[in-house]
């Protein structure tokens, strides 16, 4: 089983940046793919990014260009550098741990308790 643990979250201003940090730990070996997913208040979860253990990367389009998904192997650690932040990416935001790739909406595998960012002026 995987624990994943996240950080990073707060509350920043339109523009503004912020980055996540999620630090895997227990049956790490098993782990393919990491990712970051958020749900906005009244909304569905939604994939914002994923990064597989060889580096291939997908992002949803409303988050490219802004959004930078990475991954330090031996820290067992994924992040997600996020800049010009809109008041529309305001959510509580997920980490995931998977085997499949890409990542889909319907994702299984583990989940962290979530971060909040609220972009707001």
Not at 25 to 46: D, L, P, T
Not at 65 to 82: C, E, H, P, W
Request: contains cysteine; charged residues 15%; glycine residues 14%.
């Amino acid at each position: 089983q995987v624990q994943l643990v996240e950080s990073g979250g707060g509350s920043v201003q339109p523009g503004g940046s912020l980055r996540l940090s999620c630090v895997a730990s227990g049956s790490i070996f098993s782990i393919y793919v990491m990712g970051w997913y958020r749900q906005a208040s009244g909304k569905r979860r939604e994939l914002v990014a994923g990064i597989t253990t060889d580096g291939h990367t997908q992002y949803i389009d409303s988050v490219k260009g802004r959004f930078t998904i990475s991954r330090d192997g031996a820290k067992n650690t994924v992040y997600l550098q996020m800049t010009g932040l809109k008041p529309e990416d305001t959510a509580v935001y997920y980490c995931h741990s998977d085997d499949v790739w890409p990542l889909t909406s319907s994702a299984h595998g583990s989940w962290g308790r979530g971060t909040q960012v609220t972009v707001s002026s």
